[in-house]
């Protein structure tokens, strides 16, 4: 049996965690980098983490943060999975004694293979979309295509994900687990009800199909 996991990532308001918990999400992001449109505070993520249900993993998003602000914001947030998405070495990520993925901002002449074994020490590798303008949420897909087969590593798919396009996301890429942000908003930083319950019934579906479930 095989279940695709999902992120629901760049969560500001309690009552969007809530949502997308009860559309079945599996964790929920929260972004700690002030230039993003969807930046949080650990005392605004405290508040959210201290009434989630149990079994939620709860991702914090770094971008060339310091090691000690990580370290106070994994305390104050209640953080129990980190995500890096700048330009830290597998040292840096490693030492926070939590689990890690590295996101790897896919272009051209970008080695996965290369990274997968520069980041070993990941627990899983996150798949975006690079741009010049942004680190992450740029709400733009790229070429599925160039995911090389036979990676070790589980790979969670970001990058312009929506209701329209995950289920050929999940059948192209199979991936191990989704991660949405702006294919689930209203506007940026606020999430649509609407959105996350289109978005995770596609890909109940999509696994339902695959599982045989639906014969």
Same mark, same amino acid.
């Not at 809530?18 to 992001?29: H, K, P």
């Not at 396009?165 to 949405?180: E, F, I, R, S």
């Given at each position: 049996?095989?279940?695709?996991?999902?992120?629901?990532?760049?969560?500001?308001?309690?009552?969007?965690?809530?949502?997308?918990?009860?559309?079945?999400?599996?964790?929920?992001?929260?972004v700690f980098y002030a230039p993003s449109p969807r930046?949080?505070?650990?005392?605004?993520?405290?508040?959210?983490?201290?009434?989630?249900?149990?079994?939620?993993?709860?991702?914090?998003?770094?971008?060339?943060?310091?090691?000690?602000?990580?370290?106070?914001?994994?305390?104050?947030?209640?953080?129990?999975?980190?995500?890096?998405? +700048?330009?830290? %070495? &597998?040292?840096?990520? @490693?030492? #926070?004694?939590?689990?890690?993925?590295?996101?790897?901002?896919?272009?051209? /002449?970008?080695?996965?293979?290369?990274?997968?074994?520069?980041?070993?020490?990941?627990?899983?590798?996150?798949?975006?979309?690079?741009?010049?303008?942004?680190?992450?949420?740029?709400?733009?897909?790229?070429?599925?295509?160039?995911?090389?087969?036979?990676?070790?590593?589980?790979?969670?798919?970001?990058?312009?994900?929506?209701?329209?396009?995950?289920?050929?996301?999940?059948?192209?890429?199979?991936?191990?687990?989704?991660?949405?942000?702006?294919?689930?908003?209203?506007?940026? +930083?606020?999430? %649509? &009800?609407?959105?996350? @319950?289109? #978005?995770?019934?596609?890909?109940?579906?999509?696994?339902?199909?695959?599982? /045989?479930?639906?014969?």
């Open positions: 049996m095989t279940r695709t996991r999902v992120k629901i990532c760049g969560i500001t308001r309690q009552q969007d965690a809530l949502e997308a918990i009860s559309a079945g999400a599996d964790a929920l992001g929260f930046a949080v505070l650990p005392t605004q993520v405290q508040a959210i983490t201290a009434m989630l249900p149990p079994f939620v993993s709860k991702v914090g998003l770094f971008v060339n943060a310091s090691a000690s602000e990580v370290r106070e914001t994994i305390v104050t947030a209640g953080l129990d999975c980190l995500q890096f998405h +700048g330009d830290e %070495s &597998a040292d840096y990520c @490693a030492q #926070f004694n939590l689990p890690y993925y590295k996101a790897i901002r896919v272009k051209p /002449g970008v080695n996965l293979i290369q990274c997968e074994l520069d980041f070993a020490s990941a627990t899983a590798l996150l798949l975006d979309t690079y741009s010049e303008k942004a680190v992450g949420g740029t709400g733009e897909a790229f070429d599925w295509s160039v995911i090389p087969a036979g990676m070790q590593k589980p790979l969670v798919l970001a990058g312009g994900l929506n209701p329209d396009n995950v289920t050929k996301a999940m059948h192209q890429v199979h991936p191990y687990a989704l991660d949405v942000s702006g294919g689930v908003e209203a506007e940026k +930083g606020i999430k %649509s &009800a609407q959105k996350i @319950a289109a #978005f995770m019934q596609q890909v109940m579906q999509c696994d339902a199909a695959r599982n /045989g479930w639906l014969e």
